[in-house]
C-alpha cells in the first residue's frame, strides 16, 4: 500500500472516531450519553427540514366558466332551481292567501263623532266649580278633567238674562262668571287637551221658562240666530239649549235655521254638536222629540224617576235603541235644574249609577261634582270640592269624607278609561241577558274585542242573576264592582248563577273566542 494510500484511511476513521465523539443534542450534565468521561460540553445537530411547498388555487379563468356553464348539465341545473324557487314562492303567496281568506274579517267601524267617544261633563254654575269663581278657574281644572277622560264641557249659560225679561236678554255679554278673553282662553286650553266646549245658551235660564212666553219665542229666536253666529266664531264646539220643544213647534223655520247654523258647520275639521234638553221623561216622548227636533244629542229625565224599576229601565233602553242609532243617543240622570246625582239617588248608590251611564250604549252625560258623590245642599249649585291625599286634615270625619270622595273618584275614572279603550264599551251591540223588576244585566260586545257584562241589582234583597247566552262562557272575570268583598276586582265568577248583594253593582270582562 502506497504512502498516499495510508494518509486517505487514516483521515476516514478518523472522520468516523470524531463523529462517534459528537455530543447529541440534549445532552445535559456529567455522565451523559456522547461525553463518557463527563468533560465534554453540550454540542448541538442541527437538522434541515425541508419546506413545505405551497400550492396556489386559481380557480376557473373566465373562458373556462364560461364553456362550462354552456354544458348542457348545468344548464339543466339552473333551470332546476329557478323552477323551484318560483314553485316555493307561490306556494308561501298562496299559503298567505288561504289565511287571510280564512281568517274572521274585522266589522267596519261604526260613524262615530267625538261626542260618542267619552262622557260630557256639565258646570252649569262656573262660578261654584272653582276657588277663582270664573271663567280662569275653569281652565285652571283642565287636567283634572282631562284625567277623567272627559271629551266635552257644557259651560253655562253665561250670558246676561234677568230672569224672565226677554228684552234684557244679551247674548253676547258674559255676566259675572268673567269676561270674552277668559272664554277664548279657556277654549284653546281645552282643546290642547282634547276637550271640546259647548257653551249653554238656553235664553231665559233663570227664569221659569227656557224661551219666556210663546208671545217672545220668535223675537228672541230671531235674536239668538245671530248670537250663535257670534260665538261660533269664538271657537266654541256646540250649543246647548233647554225647552227645544217649545222653539221647535212655536216657530219650526226658526228652529231649522239654528240648527242650521251650528250643525252645518265644522270647528277645526270636526263637527260641531247641537244639544237639546227636555223635561220629558218617557221612552216615546224622547224618541219622538230626537225625530221632531233633529238634535244630536237629547239630555231628559228618561233614567231620572225613581220609581222606574229595573224592568222599566231595561224597557226604555231597549225601545229607544229599537229606533235610534246608538250615537244619538245620551243618558243623564242630574243636570243643572235638576240637581246633583248623589241627591237624587242617594250617595250610597252613586258608583251604582256611575257605571250604569258609563257602560250603556250612548253618550253619558254628567253633572259636575257626580265623579265624588257631591250632593246638593241648599242649593242646586253647591261648591265643587277639591281634594288630595296631601292635604291636611285635623278633623277625624273630614278626612273620612275626603277619602271617600276620591274613591268614588278614583271609581269614576276606572270606568270612563274602560270605556274611552274598550270598543265593545264604546260602540259594541247591546244585549239584554236578565231582568227582573229589581234587576239588570246585559252585553256588551264588538267584534273579536274583549266582552263586557255589566250587571246591577236595585233591590233589598240579594239575588242570583242566570244569564243565558250562547257565547256565555263559564266564567269571566271582574273588572269593576261596587262590592269589592265579594266580588274583588281580577277575580273570577262564575256566570250560570252570579250573585249580586242589595244595590251592588258589577262590569266582568271574558275574551272573545272565534
Known amino acids: 500500500m502506497t504512502k498516499d494510500t495510508e494518509v486517505d484511511m487514516k483521515d476516514v476513521e478518523l472522520n468516523e472516531m470524531d463523529q462517534e465523539k459528537r455530543p447529541i443534542t440534549g445532552g445535559a450534565g456529567n455522565g451523559e450519553a456522547g461525553s463518557p468521561t463527563g468533560t465534554e ?3 448541538s445537530i442541527k437538522v434541515k427540514i425541508p419546506e413545505e411547498i405551497e400550492t396556489k388555487f386559481t380557480g376557473l379563468s373566465k373562458e373556462e366558466l364560461l364553456r362550462v356553464a354552456g354544458t348542457p348539465a348545468w344548464v339543466r341545473t339552473r333551470w332546476a332551481l329557478l323552477i323551484l324557487f318560483w314553485l316555493g314562492w307561490l306556494g308561501m303567496l298562496a299559503g298567505a292567501v288561504a289565511i287571510i281568506v280564512q281568517a274572521p274579517r274585522c266589522k267596519d267601524l261604526p260613524a262615530m263623532n267625538w261626542w260618542n267617544y267619552g262622557p260630557l261633563y256639565q258646570i252649569g254654575d262656573v262660578q261654584a266649580f272653582s276657588e277663582s269663581q270664573n271663567l280662569k278657574g275653569v281652565e285652571e281644572k283642565l287636567d283634572s278633567l282631562s284625567q277623567l277622560k272627559v271629551k266635552g264641557l257644557v259651560v253655562g249659560p253665561i250670558h246676561v238674562a234677568p230672569a224672565d225679561n226677554p228684552e234684557g236678554v244679551k247674548f253676547e255679554e258674559i255676566s259675572d262668571a268673567g269676561n270674552l278673553e277668559q272664554f ?3 277654549i284653546t286650553a281645552a282643546h290642547k287637551k282634547s276637550i271640546n266646549v259647548i257653551l249653554d245658551l238656553t235664553p231665559n235660564y233663570l227664569g221659569s221658562g227656557p224661551w219666556f212666553s210663546n208671545v217672545s219665542v220668535t223675537k228672541v229666536a230671531e235674536r239668538l240666530k245671530s248670537a250663535l ?16 220643544e217649545r222653539v221647535a213647534s212655536v216657530v219650526p223655520s226658526l228652529w231649522a235655521d239654528i240648527r242650521a247654523i251650528v250643525q252645518n258647520g265644522t270647528a277645526e275639521g270636526k263637527r260641531r254638536i247641537l244639544i237639546g234638553v ?7 216622548d224622547v224618541s219622538e222629540l230626537l225625530n221632531s227636533t233633529g238634535v244630536d244629542l237629547l239630555l231628559s229625565g228618561a233614567l231620572r224617576s225613581k220609581t222606574m224599576t229595573a224592568l222599566d229601565r231595561a224597557q226604555t233602553v231597549q225601545q229607544l235603541l229599537s229606533s235610534h242609532n246608538q250615537t244619538q243617543l245620551a243618558w243623564n240622570i242630574g243636570d243643572r235644574k235638576e240637581g246633583h246625582l248623589a241627591t237624587l239617588v242617594g250617595p250610597d248608590m252613586v258608583n251604582f249609577n256611575q257605571m250604569l251611564l258609563l257602560t250603556l250604549p250612548g253618550t253619558p252625560v254628567f253633572n259636575y261634582g257626580d ?14 270640592l277639591w281634594d ?14 275626603k277619602e271617600q270622595r276620591l274613591a268614588c273618584r278614583s271609581f269614576f275614572k276606572t270606568l270612563s278609561d274602560l270605556r274611552g279603550r274598550e270598543r265593545s264599551l264604546q260602540h259594541g251591540d247591546y244585549i239584554p241577558l236578565f231582568n227582573s223588576t229589581s234587576a239588570l ?3 256588551r260586545q264588538w267584534d273579536q274585542s274583549g266582552r263586557y257584562i255589566a250587571a246591577f241589582n236595585w233591590g233589598s234583597d240579594a239575588v242570583t242573576l242566570q244569564l243565558a247566552h250562547p257565547d256565555r262562557p263559564a266564567q ?13 276586582p281580577d277575580s273570577a265568577v262564575g256566570l250560570s248563577a252570579l250573585e249580586l248583594g242589595p244595590g251592588q253593582a258589577v262590569l266582568l270582562q271574558f275574551p272573545y273566542v272565534a
Open 41 to 43: 460540553k453540550n454540542g
Open 476 to 488: 269571566a272575570v271582574v273588572q269593576v264592582s261596587t262590592d269589592k268583598a265579594n266580588l274583588a
Open 371 to 384: 265623579e265624588i258623590a257631591l250632593a246638593d245642599e241648599y242649593t242646586k249649585s253647591p261648591k265643587m
Open 441 to 443: 244585566a246585559y252585553l
Open 184 to 186: 277664548k282662553g279657556l
Open 388 to 401: 288630595s291625599l296631601e292635604d291636611e286634615e285635623t278633623n277625624g270625619t273630614a278626612t273620612k269624607e
Open 278 to 284: 227636555t223635561a220629558k221623561t218617557s221612552a216615546v
Open 229 to 244: 253666529v257670534f260665538w261660533l266664531n269664538q271657537g266654541v264646539d256646540g250649543i246647548q239649549l233647554s225647552g227645544v
